[in-house]
């Protein structure tokens, strides 16, 4: 998180993850929380979701991010969660450690988060914390009472047992790591969910990570920019000014920026795009220098414009079309209306429509199927005279245009009956080949409990004694893969793969 290193700092809030793995308690936790915090009740029970919430706690401010699992996290995840401060760690007493928890240390870990581990469920029967304790030291995670350095704590999410030794360790870790703020400094952050209000339009919500954000301030995400008119805080409270480590909703943004992304304001007009594709570049290399290796998906960065032209019996109608598109988000791209006009559709229409690459809208209007483009253009013609029923079919159509192509083709599946040795890097394993077949040096995943545990390849296959090049479905066979941890088991599904780019 950015810490401004000057005399203006000021100390700022918690902004805490809670992590772990799925049905483990986490959003009974956030609930539990959100519903016994006091600003809650001063709002008289109103309670909008906004992606993060702010409590009071011994008079201190503590931010939680309330949608785990939420593509925001992701992304933010794939940062290295760098959003947060602190991490709690929720592992449910009667389930133990499981491998999204582990995922979870990884993240934690990576990000260099302090945590804090919640042992949950601890009102039920079949609890067993020191069970859950043992796993997390076998993971790496030593907690207190096993002699290590991460604190832990017994709660009952269902029935508040011990909530509040939990959020007295998240303040006593955020007084650890002297969290600060510059409070002088223009804004700047994260964007933590967007939606189209039919009343408000872009609705924003934000996490601001340090400085200070106010009405009028000009603000940029992502290549999007706009001027913030209204801010309200998470109780929807409007209000002029937030600081460093409040989730706020902004309006102002002209066009909606995409989730996870970073936002950063200031005084003056974003005004040239190439200042805010430096903005974007100086975040993204942070994220790079923050953590080595790490891939960022160009994808993030990229967005596609859909084009659009609207040609409608009535001006009103193309209007209101027109809005049906506006009310439309897809992840990564957005729409353009290139016009939204009366008329039928002519041979100028076409060319702008090959031109812009375009989807043309024909409602209650003719096409002049005879013009010579009309044939090569004719997939992107959507004809109608129900406006939902068009703008159906233009979402499919963008949709389809937006799925990724596959990159790669199933070729067989070979069920794991035994396991003859484990080496450090390889590993021989017996099964049936359940569909396809089993091909020498084919790349592999290892798939348990329907989820991907590790890749590798193929190195041999032995069929009846032989060596052999291949093996068909319905027929046993042993085959020695490379694959590092964790270590295939009889029960697992080792799928083969045939690669689909062009090289
Ligand atoms: P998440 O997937 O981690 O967000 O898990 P949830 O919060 O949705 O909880 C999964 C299930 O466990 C729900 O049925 C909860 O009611 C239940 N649950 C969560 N915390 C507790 C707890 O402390 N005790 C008991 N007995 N059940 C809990």
Known sequence: MPNSKNNNLIPRSPVVV???HVDHGKTKLLDYIRKTSVAEKEA??????????????????????DTPGHEAFSKLRGRGAKAADVAILVVAADDGVKTQTVEAIEHIKK???????AINKTDKPEANPEKVKKELAENDVLVESWSGKVPSVEISAKQGKNINELLDLVLLLADLNELKTNPKKPGEGLVIETNLDPRRGIVASLLILDGIIQTGDYISSGGVTGKIKIIEDFLGNSITQAHASSPVIVIGFTEPPQVGEKFSTDKIP????????????EFIEKSFDDEPGQIIEPEEKTKNTFNIIIKSDFQSSAEAIKEGFEKMIFENSNIKILKAETGNVNAGNLELADLSDAIIIAFNVKVDTTLSLYGKLKEKVISGNIIYEVLDKAKKLIETSLKPRPEREETGQLQILAVFRKEKNRQVVGGKVTSGEIVKNARIEIVRDDAVIGQGRIISIESEKKEVGKVEAGRETGIAVDFGEPKIAVGDTVVLFRSLKQN
């Open 44 to 65: 008289g029970g109103i309670t909008q979701h906004i992606g993060a919430y702010e409590i009071t706690y011994k008079n201190r401010g503590i931010t939680f991010l």
């Open 18 to 20: 809670v992590m772990g």
């Open 111 to 117: 990000a260099e988060l302090p945590f804090i581990v």
């Open 270 to 281: 974003f005004t040239a795009a190439l200042k805010v594709a430096k903005k974007i570049g």
